[in-house]
């Protein structure tokens, strides 16, 4: 039986994976610290100072656990029994949260059919965004389910720079059709160029071409390939073909004026939390970080002509810019800090089972 005095630690649990095992005694602690950065799915163990496990028989030391529910259901529900076996207070949220994944996981009638038995078993489930909310109802109506996106440590770090300059495009999936990213690129490069502003432009690995070109594209790099020959016709376009440290890549993101995306997947919103804690607007992207700490910006109900008048605005408007900034961090302050996703937390987790 937990003590109700004890501090609130929340152990997530991921079967498989790579990340191994991550305590997070100092909650956020330092930009720098070896490990993986308190963000995404590490940021619930993190605000909570518990830890992140993987591992298909993982039994942290914390009587909370949040499971995270990938492609192989199957996995997740074999650690979950594992869990519940344990004692475990098990809550659920699924892994891949962008509308268009969560999608494909249910063309497979046996994934619908094993997310339902996860959904009868689970303690409760967390939604992260808000298309999955409804469908942990759906599965199980009687099931407890929360809305609490992955929270950002806003309070504890400034990764803010004091030079910046252009435009950083956030996505960097070419072949992810509702990232958008090519059009993005293609549509924000006019609009820094009649303003002399450069464009940053990440060429992500082609990991979601068919299995014959992904084979290929070990020997030609279609996305390389891509981004090059863009460039080739705007030399203000730079192009970063290689894979950053996750610290430099926020120090090179802060280093613009803004990000600008037009991302449609429905996703949690790692973009919009990358350059809210560097402290940079966020143009577009309709991800649930986006929508609830850049509502101004956002691509929700806004057209692409809207996007890049805002675009516009940012670069030459240095009032506007700094209140969405000032904005942006209020609001986080208020919906996606550590101390309320902890707070939340521990009041959904305390309410289970009463």
């Known amino acids: ?45 993190a605000c909570t100072q518990g830890s992140y496990w993987s591992g298909d028989t993982a039994t942290p030391e914390e009587q909370p656990v949040l499971l995270l529910i990938g492609s192989r259901m199957e996995r997740a529900e074999a650690l979950l029994r594992h869990l519940k076996a344990a004692g475990k207070t098990v809550v659920i949220t699924i892994k891949e949260t962008g509308l268009p994944q969560v999608s494909a996981h249910f063309q ?27 469908l942990y109802r759906a599965a199980n109506p009687k099931l407890p389910v929360t809305f609490l996106p992955p929270p950002y440590p806003v309070e504890e770090w400034d990764l803010s720079s004091t030079e910046q300059s252009g435009v950083f495009i956030g996505t960097r999936q070419l072949f992810v059709t509702s990232r958008s990213h ?24 082609a990991s979601d071409l068919p ?13 390389h390939d891509w981004h090059r020959r863009f460039a080739e016709g705007a030399p203000h376009v730079r192009v970063i073909a290689r894979q950053m440290p996750a610290l430099e890549y926020l120090r090179t993101l802060a280093a613009h004026r803004l990000v600008f995306q037009l991302d449609q997947s429905s996703v949690p919103g790692q973009v919009a939390g990358d350059a809210l804690i560097c402290r940079v607007p966020c143009v577009g992207g309709n991800g649930t970080a986006e929508r609830l700490v850049f509502p101004d910006l956002c691509g929700h109900g806004r057209t ?11 670069l030459t408007d240095a009032g506007f810019h700094a209140e969405m900034v000032r904005k942006a961090v209020a609001l986080a302050r208020e919906k996606m800090c550590f101390f309320k996703a902890r707070r939340d937390l521990a009041d959904f987790f305390g309410s289970l089972g009463r």
């Open 1 to 45: 039986m937990p003590d109700p005095a004890a501090p609130f630690r929340l152990a997530v649990v991921t079967p498989g994976g790579k990340d191994g095992r991550q305590a997070f005694p100092q909650g956020a602690g330092q930009p720098g610290d070896p490990g993986h950065l308190p963000v995404n799915f590490h940021a619930y163990a």
């Open 108 to 134: 497979k009638f046996e994934n619908w059919s094993a997310f339902q038995q996860l959904c009868t078993m689970a303690d409760g489930a967390i939604a992260t965004t808000y298309d999955t909310e409804p």
């Open 182 to 205: 090519a059009m993005a690129l293609a549509l924000v490069a006019p609009v820094a160029a009649e303003l002399n502003q450069p464009v940053s432009v990440i060429s992500g690995r």
């Open 211 to 223: 299995p014959v070109k992904r084979l290929l594209n070990k020997v030609v790099d279609y996305s």
């Open 304 to 314: 692409t002509g809207e996007l890049l008048d805002l675009t516009r605005r940012l």
